[in-house]
């Protein structure tokens, strides 16, 4: 029996007796110190456990959730993406159509805490063990103008809050016994606006603005076992995004561009990877294209 046999995991090397001694002997130091570091090499491979991603907000497929979703499976992670809305456009996806055994997207209303608790324990049957690496919050109602009509205000309001605040704790308390000690990571997607507010985004404002204290919150309580951290993308064209990108808009921005899904997905990533990000937590990130870096007065 090999070695890797007798740790318990997926064979790739062949068994000892199929290298027949003479054939050991006759190795040159070279060859073996080379053989040596193949079998090393062989054993990381074998230990290394494929990461597991859960994310919410997936529904849309040129979305913020959607891209994550795409850049995790990617990077060779598994993915659960969760929505309150039948996800769209699975089938034309050419990234979820290659890596099909590896991702699902399931329903689930982040207002709703026993739908949270099934969506999770079905994204853990689909791991196939207990574990989660890294979570995204990242559903909420990503249009900020609050309504008009004072009789409607009231319930605006709350609902900013219940979905793009109060969902994320309840998504991310369902998800802690989970979490990986030392490998995981929760990535809040809040925004610009908690930092900067535009007149009557009363709502969306305070719910994003929450997700600091949320984020820094958990950063401390889930110590040594689970980093935390909250980015805040300023415009990212999305079908969420409320306004048209005009040459002005670009123009505002210090990159001559307004955001893609695909920028706030790859800061997520790198969140999300221990290797890389190991040392971040409590953090929070701007990611604006420079926006909010310019000081401006009216002329
Ligand atoms: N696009 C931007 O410019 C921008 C800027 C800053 C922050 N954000 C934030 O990024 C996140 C993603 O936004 P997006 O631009 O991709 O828009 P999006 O509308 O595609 O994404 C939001 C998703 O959340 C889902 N959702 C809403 N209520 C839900 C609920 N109760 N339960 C489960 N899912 C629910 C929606 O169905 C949708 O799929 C949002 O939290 C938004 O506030 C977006």
């Given at each position: 029996m090999s070695v890797l046999h007798s740790v318990g995991q997926r064979i790739y090397s062949q068994p000892s007796?199929?290298?027949p001694p003479s054939l050991v002997r006759h190795r040159t130091p070279a060859q073996s110190r080379q053989g040596a570091r193949l079998r090393r090499s062989a054993v990381v491979h074998v230990c290394a456990q494929q990461k597991t991603l859960i994310v919410s907000g997936?529904?849309?497929?040129?979305?913020i959730g959607r891209a994550a979703v795409r850049v995790f499976l990617e990077a060779g992670w598994k993915a659960v993406g969760l929505d309150v809305k039948d996800p769209e456009g699975e089938e034309d996806d050419e990234v979820l159509q290659a890596h099909k055994d590896s991702y699902k997207l399931l329903k689930a209303d982040m207002t709703d805490s026993d739908q949270i608790s099934d969506a999770v324990a079905q994204a853990l049957d689909f791991f196939g063990e207990?574990?989660?690496?890294c979570l995204v919050n990242n559903a909420g109602i990503a249009s900020p103008a609050m309504p008009k009509e004072k009789k409607e205000r009231k319930g605006a309001f709350e609902a900013y809050i219940q979905t793009n605040l109060t969902g994320a704790f309840l998504l991310s308390e369902e998800c802690t016994p989970y979490f990986a000690k030392g490998d995981s990571s929760i990535i809040h997607v809040s925004s610009i606006h908690a930092e900067f507010a535009d007149p009557d985004t009363h709502g969306y404002t305070c719910a994003k603005a929450g997700m600091r204290g949320l984020s820094r919150c958990q950063a401390v309580t889930l110590d040594k076992r689970t980093r935390v951290n909250v980015i805040f993308p300023g415009y990212?064209?999305?079908?969420?995004?409320?306004e048209e990108v005009t040459k002005e808009m670009r123009d505002w921005h210090l990159t001559g561009r307004v955001g893609s899904n695909k920028d706030i997905a790859e800061a997520c990533l790198f969140l999300g990877d221990e290797q890389r990000s190991?040392?971040?937590?409590g953090a929070e990130l701007m990611i604006d294209g420079?926006?909010?870096a310019k000081l401006f007065y009216p002329q």
């Open positions: 007796s199929l290298h997936t529904g849309n497929s040129e979305g207990k574990r989660v690496n990212i064209d999305t079908p969420g995004a409320s190991g040392f971040i937590t420079g926006v909010s």
